[in-house]
């Protein structure tokens, strides 16, 4: 198993800006010698499809493949089988792949942490990650996370790390940072000598909002040569998203730039645009589940002008007027929900909290995602991202970003933002608790 990325110019490959490439994955069939060597590739700017438990959110896998030309990419973390310290998946030798039951032409990412969970409460030692569960904290060491990759042999894995989310100004003088940056490169340390099987590891990119403490933990990745790609998941959630992507460019300054960059808590539209911007490659798809969760369907579009650039970012199927409206969820839309069914039917599902409305929700709102990306790659072709983003800025009102946590948290209609309200929500819209709150929400 080789894994590569190309990028589309050399000239790409010496900057931050926008860039296009490819991900480009060799895997010899059946694992044996001579056979065959069929190519999977992934077009970047894309993203990696996100799952709880090895399954996209509302989707089984039949249902998954309704939902056309969505990239060959899947992310599963380990967070969701950690159901003791020495979790049962590690007796299994059938790989990863065949422990969800994934096809192999799918590259497979195995990280520890789900990314839209943005409260923890467990504390990390210097020898283990520790990782909140049901059955109460777990204990996640290099070692143990290294056996599990030799025995489920991932495609990319993204190693521990001590993710700090240190408030502005630092009460401890960089003092907690710095021990995470340390404890960061001590246990990929661990990792690496303990790994096996020849996977593809995208190592965490940590320092916090520390500009000193960034520059010397991207320093030391730069300077290995075991590393296939590099992950920005650190960059203290409770930062505006300008000055996280600031953070980030100052470490990109200093990485290797033909090596892909993984970005974790950006996956809005909005995120994307300024991320992809900023020269990010990729992504996961936890915004079109956070979409769905709240009976939404997305709308939005990047670089066309059409009838639907005159809807909102998203359509909320829970308004009265959806009870008689036959239409489907998009005009021209070419999804299977869009085809088969309308808006007054799923309207009914959320009400009668019939599951079918997170599966039709799901599957429309992946294929828009979709969509979404096969967008921002016309653009790049084009040389109209730029101008594209702008227009896409202001159509949406999402020009300027909040300039702290606290004002984004109070606007309450602000675009794309239903990832805040995912991290607040405790049910699906298909429960009597969500659709309680709803009710209440709108009656404010």
Not at 267 to 286: E, K, M, Q
Not at 418 to 435: G, M, V, W, Y
Request: net charge negative; glycine share 4%.
């Amino acid at each position: 198993m080789a894994l590569r990325f190309e990028l589309a110019s050399a000239k790409a490959s010496a900057t931050s800006a926008p860039r296009r490439g490819k991900l480009v994955l060799d895997r010899l069939v059946g694992g044996d010698v001579g056979a065959e060597r069929p190519a999977i590739m992934l077009e970047t700017p894309s993203f990696f499809k996100y799952t709880r438990h090895g399954l996209q959110p509302h989707l089984v896998l039949e249902v998954a493949a309704e939902v056309d030309a969505l990239p060959p990419a899947t992310r599963v973390q380990l967070e969701d089988f950690l159901d003791s310290d020495t979790p049962d998946c590690n007796q299994f030798e059938g790989g990863l792949h065949k422990f969800i039951a994934l096809d192999t032409t799918e590259i497979l990412m195995l990280d520890t942490m789900d990314p839209t969970i943005t409260v923890r409460t467990a504390k990390p030692t210097n020898t283990y990650m520790a990782i909140g569960s049901e059955g109460g904290t777990r204990r996640l060491t290099p070692n143990l996370f290294a056996q599990l990759v030799n025995s489920l042999k991932p495609d990319i894995v993204i190693p521990p790390a001590d993710i700090v989310e240190e408030p502005l100004p630092s009460l401890t003088q960089g003092k907690r940072i710095s021990k995470s940056v340390t404890r960061s490169a001590k246990w990929l340390d661990e990792c690496m000598a303990a790994l096996t099987h020849p996977v593809a590891v995208f190592a965490p990119v940590v320092g916090s909002h520390s500009l000193e403490l960034r520059t010397i933990a991207a320093k030391a990745l730069a300077a290995r040569h075991d590393i296939a790609g590099y992950t920005f998941n650190d960059v203290c959630l409770a930062l505006p998203l300008e000055h996280k992507l600031r953070l980030v460019q100052h470490s990109l300054e200093l990485l290797d730039a033909s090596k892909p960059r993984y970005m974790l808590g950006a996956s809005a539209p909005d995120a994307v645009l300024r991320a992809v911007l900023s020269g990010i490659d990729l992504f996961d798809s936890t915004y079109p589940y956070a979409v769905t969760e709240q009976g939404l369907a997305s709308t939005y579009v990047l670089g066309e002008d059409d009838s639907t650039s005159l809807l909102p970012h998203c359509l909320d199927l829970w308004q009265e007027a959806m009870f008689a409206d036959f239409g489907p969820l998009v005009d021209g839309c070419t999804c299977f929900t869009c085809r088969s069914h309308h808006r007054s039917y799923i309207h009914h599902l959320l009400k009668t909290k019939e599951m079918l409305a997170t599966v039709l929700l799901q599957i429309h709102n992946m294929h828009w995602y979709q969509r979404f990306f096969d967008n921002i790659r016309r653009s790049l072709e084009r040389g109209s991202l730029a101008t594209d983003a702008a227009l896409f800025f202001q159509r949406y009102g999402c020009e300027e970003l909040p300039s702290s946590t606290n004002e984004q948290n109070k606007q309450v209609g602000r675009p794309f933002s239903e990832l805040d309200t995912l991290a607040a929500q405790l049910c699906s819209p298909t429960t009597k608790i969500q659709r309680k709150r709803h009710a209440e929400s709108q009656a404010i």
